[in-house]
């Protein structure tokens, strides 16, 4: 057992780029299903079509990289249109089929062979991320503590990662402290008293969506950067329920717990996987357990945590039960 | 159907290739598997040539039916199976894709899929046929035939799903998962136990039927007596169905097997349609089985209370109506009837951990389109889902015809939430 590399990869993960890439997928989720008590299962897709709105912008037409992001927002914001205007006046769950349905249209559409001269079929698109690295301010090198570094692309993709974590939370904290966000939290509590109230409950609900999308996609942008690739089954909807149950791991409705949530999934993940492997391959386990079936153990685990967090503890680590938005609507 | 088949294989096959060629491999080469069936297909040639049609290299495959041709740098290439070498009985799905066009990524090995198909069955799939209006109708009619096929097991799938809505109200995400857990005991019964696949068949029903029980009776009764709210048990659906997922992943690996018998049967040709026997043996047993099931829902006291449940359970609960013993019931015939769909799903393609999580969107689809919570609006939908699906390849390429599909559930929401058969007041 090398528990010395297990701890390095371990710490590593806690700020690595997946843990960067679900915190603000999780953060856009939080948005939607936290406050506004949206069931958005299609969190996958707004990553997906700003990322690739992205890398096709640069990699397919070679126009400039921060076009590419323009237009990578500009879809993201018509994919919340599109999914929000047929379903947000129905109830939760025909939000939570669509949203699902839609993530799985995306991700066929950007594999299928038809479009693979723009989308590049089941290989994606490389060869955009040269503009976003050219900005690295980094010199050549590693960065960090000890063995717990990075080389300087990582550095910066995380960097610029964090930076727009600490972007996204602060807007979520003073969003939510301002009368917008406490209509918003009404709704989720109780929609026909906000719409006695005069409130435009459909406007406020897409306007959710398109925030919590757009937070979201922000993560799809590093992503890709960060892999220098897109590929279309990055975005699968396990990309979104992994995501939701980091959402309620940390606790809903709460700034900081998407965060913390990623950083804890993502490290027991990590841990648990390379913990596992090293123990197969160390003979500490039976024989049932193989080098090939051991990586769906944790996975297992995601689903039986998932479970067991919502029998038990449905307000995840810091949150509060009363403002769990879990009712029957 | 065996379109869907070969398309959805090569589907599975790309996402197992993906998932099993680590990207930072030396050397480019191009490579693959050539399959008929889930059966390895050996001492079939390969050859490869440059974009200038220089011969690179060819190969051979081998027992386990591998190949893999170095190539000495990023580039495009012409990949040429060549059809006189395959065995008897085997052909290229469609005839003029022999040579494939395929683009080798710097530092990566490319896989490249040829879709095989038993000889004399990949004639329908040949879309030189469709130039004159007879041929033309003779693919509507095929297709027909096929939509029928899909749509009987996404309603069979979708009766169970539909059901359990009605009474309960729980959206169940984990419903797919039942479909695996009946085709991964159909062949654990049929493969490693040597039991016919029929009488396979029939215990993972049984099973399934337990299955399904004592999921009620163990875990979502005691949910719903802890007082979980529908959306908190919508999400622990969710757990469930990656927890069990993946524990179809453990103990069946992540590629696809077929069952022992009934593999490449010739195909039939009837009026217009051409299908391998068990298509039509098949769809025979799902049209007997939902007769039944919607007989025992019309006439039976059981169908009848659960139709009153599903309804409104407090209305059936106070009319004497034991609420709890019938959401058991319809539990457990869902279950068994979606075992049943597993196993007629892992007959016409093959079985792997992922079929109910593939088909389940589809369940999903035909649910809503029927209604959710209705019985007959699940087959309805179902069977018009599945119609929809395979005549949609007329005109849209066949790897999109899912995208159809989940489109026109978008569009029933925008204008007609309720479906075919629902009633207004269940949406809002």
């Known amino acids: 057992m090398d528990w010395n590399t297990i701890l390095i990869t371990t710490v590593k993960a806690s700020i690595g780029l997946e843990t960067v890439v679900y915190a603000l997928a999780a953060i856009g989720i939080n948005i939607q299903f936290g406050y506004a008590g949206l069931l958005n299962f299609g969190q996958a897709a707004f990553l997906g079509v700003a990322a690739y709105g992205m890398a096709v912008t640069v990699a397919t037409f070679q126009l400039p990289f921060w076009l590419g992001i323009l237009i990578g927002l500009a879809a993201t914001i018509v994919l919340a249109f599109l999914l929000g205007i047929p379903t947000l006046r129905l109830r939760a769950d025909y939000l939570a089929i669509v949203t699902i349905a839609a993530a799985e249209i995306v991700r066929l559409v950007f594999r299928s062979v038809k479009f693979s001269s723009v989308f590049g079929g089941s290989d994606g698109r490389q060869n955009f991320s040269g503009d976003f690295f050219a900005m690295n301010p980094y010199s050549p090198g590693t960065y960090g503590i000890g063995p717990i570094s990075f080389n300087e692309r990582v550095t910066w993709v995380l960097t610029v990662g964090w930076v727009l974590i600490a972007i996204a939370c602060g807007l979520v904290y003073l969003l939510m402290k301002s009368p917008w966000g406490r209509v918003l939290k009404a709704i989720r509590e109780d929609e026909d008293a906000v719409r006695s109230l005069g409130k435009n409950v459909f406007s406020y609900k897409m306007q959710a969506l398109v925030l919590g999308g757009v937070v979201g996609c922000l993560g799809g942008f590093l992503f890709a950067l960060g892999q220098a690739s897109v590929q279309p089954d990055l975005f699968s909807t396990e990309f979104t329920f992994y995501a939701y149950t980091i959402v309620i791991l940390g606790g809903a409705a709460r700034v900081f717990s998407p965060v913390v949530g990623a950083a804890i999934f993502w490290v027991l993940l990590v841990f648990v996987g390379n913990t596992l492997s090293e123990a197969v391959s160390a003979g500490m386990l039976p024989s049932l357990f193989t080098v090939n079936n051991i990586g769906a153990v944790r996975f297992m685990l995601v689903g039986l945590g998932l479970m067991l967090l919502l029998i038990f503890r449905p307000q995840g680590i810091f949150g509060d039960k009363r403002e769990i938005a879990l009712d029957a609507r | 159907m065996r379109r869907a088949v070969i398309a959805f294989t090569a589907f ?39 974009e200038d049609g220089k011969p690179v290299g060819d190969a051979t495959t081998g027992a386990d039916g591998k190949w893999e041709v170095p190539v000495p740098e990023a580039g495009t290439y012409k990949v040429t199976l060549d059809q006189s070498t395959l065995p008897q009985g085997v052909a290229l ?76 109200g729980l959206t169940n995400f984990a419903h797919g998962e039942l479909l695996t857990f009946g085709a991964m005991c159909a062949y654990f019964f049929n493969v490693i136990l040597g039991v016919p696949l029929i009488l396979a068949a029939v215990i993972s029903v049984v099973i399934g039927g337990a299955f399904g029980y004592s999921q009620d009776r163990f875990f979502w009764g005691v949910l719903r007596k802890r007082g979980s709210s529908l959306v908190a048990m919508m999400i ?27 593999n490449a049967q010739p195909g039939i040709q009837v009026g217009p349609i051409s299908a391998a026997p068990k298509n039509f043996i098949s769809m025979g047993i799902e049209l007997a089985v939902l007769v039944f099931v919607g007989i025992a829902l019309l006439k039976t006291r059981v169908g009848k209370a659960a139709r009153a449940v599903a309804d409104n359970p407090a209305l059936a609960a106070s009319s004497g109506i034991n609420v709890d013993g019938v959401i058991r019931i319809i539990w457990t015939v869902g279950g068994a009837i979606a075992s049943l769909a597993g196993v007629m799903l892992g007959l016409s393609q093959n079985v792997s951990f992922q079929m109910g999580f593939q088909i389940l969107l589809l369940v999903f689809a035909g649910v809503t389109l029927g209604g959710l919570g209705t019985a007959f609006g699940a087959l309805v939908g179902s069977i018009v889902v599945g119609l929809f699906i395979q005549l949609s390849t007329v005109v849209v ?17 925008l204008f007609r939430p309720q479906g075919i058969l629902g009633r207004r007041e269940r949406i809002g």
């Open chain 2, 236 to 262: 622990i659906s969710i757990g469930l169905a990656l927890f069990l997922r993946y524990v179809f992943l453990f103990f069946f690996g992540g590629e696809g097997a077929p069952f022992a018998e009934y």
């Open chain 2, 397 to 413: 390429p066949t790897e999109l015809k899912t995208v159809g599909a989940l489109l026109v559930l978008i569009l029933v929401m």
């Open chain 2, 12 to 50: 599975l096959g790309g996402l197992v290739f993906l998932l099993a060629s680590p990207a930072w491999a030396d050397g480019e080469a191009l490579k693959g598997t050539l399959q008929n069936q889930g059966q390895p297909v050996n001492g079939v040639k390969i050859s490869v040539a440059g």
């Open chain 2, 93 to 168: 799905k469609l005839k003029d894709r022999a040579t494939l066009n395929v683009q080798v990524y710097e530092g990566s090995e490319r896989n490249v899929l040829f879709a095989l198909a038993p000889a004399g069955q990949q004639g329908e799939a040949a879309p030189a046929s469709s130039d004159s209006s007879s041929s033309f109708w003779d693919r509507v009619a095929q297709l027909t035939f096929e939509g029928f096929n899909l749509g009987l097991i996404i309603a069979l799938a979708a009766m169970g799903l539909s059901l359990v809505f009605g009474t309960t």
